[in-house]
């Protein structure tokens, strides 16, 4: 087991834009298979840290390093650019909020899927199809809507097609901004449901942007709360959510309509 | 697998401070206990006791890591280890509730779509019994529950309060670990359910669970508690819990 070794080490990141400091010295650890959520409000930070993390932006101070599945480790930003997308493509995942931002809108479903595949070596039709297909099946998407472009799709579809697309390469980390944002509430749901299901499942380890308490607590085994670009207060998900310490904790906790 | 007379330390709670900060209403400060220090042993169930308001839900969330401490170690048995859950970190205390803490609340937390078979089943799921046979113990759980076999592929969203409490029971006592946190187990169910949770009770401690609970129904406590913790002992002097 290298259950031990740290999968992504985060030490003092810092982005600023201009004069705004989007993200103040946060440090973390994220183990295998572990669910990290990050949650605060609008431009508390936490997109642009997790764009840092997973290597979209580069940050003004600090060090990211990943550690590999041969397990050697690495300085994400001091990779070469073909290195760093190589493993975007193999062993990372990124779920965009809006699935336009993850999915190519004009080739079907099943080449969505594909590509994905392709990209990291496959090349025999017949495996991709079958993998494509599987993939429909474990998101709930209905395999006669395989051939459709995914411009035809219900944004819920979408969005579950976007999963597909990155988990189909297995990855061992997955970013996700905000993955349930746009969907109705019922479509919500069963989303949420499916990636805990997944999650679970293929082991992989999740940082999960969200605003909405109720889906950090379903899907993350800890939680960070930002403010102002700072993380405020960071632990086991149930302790910070039902005994927050920090006042802007308990403050975001204390605002939610109860139902 | 557990020896007749174990009488392990299983539980290990030392010089445990709570206090409840509230920000949001002008920093108020309420100090729900100070110094509480308790040991739960193999094989026995130990019953918080004292007023509403003395702490006892305070210290069951404690003895799950879901609350925070100011002071004290919390510490329990796990796979031979004594590990002190205030200072783990949050994949160990996961861990530990995987393996050996398991914790029964009054309320149920509800999953939408997810079907009571697979409640029940989850945490033998997560211990990694596969599906099979974890819906057959729960299956069997359920049974013995009296859980309407009708209801067992529909989410326990829509079922009475009874109803969600056996379910919670029935995912409480299913995975049979070392460590089992009760709070009212008994307390919206009827004679016969009554009875049952203490069948379990008891089978849970011959074979070695130590148990700490909260049970305002006296005859439950008395028929299944080996030794009854006074939290008055405890309450915090100052503050303006009732």
């Known amino acids: 087991m290298s259950d031990d070794d740290v999968l992504l080490h985060v030490e003092h990141v810092s982005k600023y834009f201009g004069q705004i400091r989007a993200c103040d010295d946060v440090s973390f650890d994220l183990w295998p298979g572990e669910v990290l959520g990050i949650v605060g409000e609008s431009g508390s930070g936490k997109t642009t840290l997790l764009n840092c993390l997973a290597a979209r932006l580069v940050p003004d101070s600090g060090l990211i390093s990943y550690t590999n599945r041969h397990g050697e480790v690495s300085d994400i930003f001091a990779m070469s650019e073909p290195e760093r997308r190589m493993l975007a493509r193999t062993d990372w995942g990124f779920v965009h909020q809006n699935p336009r931002d993850g999915l190519r809108l004009d080739i079907t479903a099943g080449g969505n899927i594909g590509e994905r595949l392709m990209m990291v070596g496959e ?21 006669g809507r395989i051939d459709s472009p995914p411009r035809t799709f219900s944004g819920g579809m979408q969005q579950r097609l976007q999963i597909a697309r990155n988990l189909v390469s297995g990855p061992r980390l997955v970013f996700m901004d905000e993955p349930t944002g746009g969907l109705d ?24 942007v969200t605003h ?25 998900t149930d302790q910070v959510l039902d005994d927050p310490q920090h006042a802007y904790s308990q403050l975001l906790v204390s605002s939610i309509l109860q139902v | 697998m557990v020896a007749k007379k174990d009488t392990r330390t299983m539980i290990a709670v030392s010089g445990l401070s709570k206090t409840f900060v509230l920000h949001t209403q002008g920093g108020a400060r309420i100090s729900v206990f100070e110094d509480l220090s308790m040991d739960v ?5 130990m019953a918080l006791d004292g007023p509403s308001g003395a702490g006892k839900s305070t210290l069951m969330r404690i003895l799950y890591a879901n609350y925070r401490v100011d002071r004290g170690t ?17 994949r160990t205390v996961l861990e530990v509730r995987r393996r050996t803490l398991g914790y029964v609340s009054q309320f149920l937390r509800v999953i939408p779509r997810i079907a009571t078979l697979d409640v029940v089943a989850e945490p033998l799921r997560a211990l990694g019994v596969g599906e099979d046979e974890a819906h057959d113990r729960a299956r069997a759980m359920l049974a ?26 029935a995912r409480g006592f299913a995975a049979e670990l070392p460590i089992l946190l009760l709070d009212e187990p008994t307390a919206s169910l009827d004679a016969i359910n009554r009875q049952c949770v203490m069948g379990l009770i008891d089978e849970a401690k011959a074979r070695g669970a130590a148990i700490v609970g909260i049970f305002h129904d006296r005859e439950v406590r008395d028929a299944v508690a080996d030794r009854v913790y006074d939290m008055r002992e405890t309450l915090a002097a100052s503050g303006d819990a009732a």
């Open chain 1, 123 to 143: 090349r025999h039709y017949g495996n991709i199809r079958h993998e494509a297909e599987t993939w429909m099946n474990r998101v709930e998407l209905e395999l």
């Open chain 1, 185 to 208: 509430v019922s479509v919500q749901a069963r989303l949420l449901d499916l990636l805990r299901e997944l999650v679970r499942e293929l082991q992989v380890a999740v940082v999960i």
């Open chain 1, 212 to 236: 909405d308490l109720a889906v950090a607590r379903l899907l993350s085994d800890r939680l960070m709360v930002m403010r102002h670009g700072a993380v405020v207060e960071s632990g086991l």
């Open chain 2, 41 to 45: 042993a193999a094989g026995e169930c």
């Open chain 2, 74 to 90: 919390i510490k329990v048995s796990h796979e031979g280890e004594m590990v002190d859950l205030a200072s783990s970190a949050p």
């Open chain 2, 144 to 169: 013995r529950l009296n859980v309407p076999e009708r209801l067992w592929d529909l989410a326990p969203a829509t079922f009475s309060g009874g109803e969600q409490q056996r379910v919670n029971v």
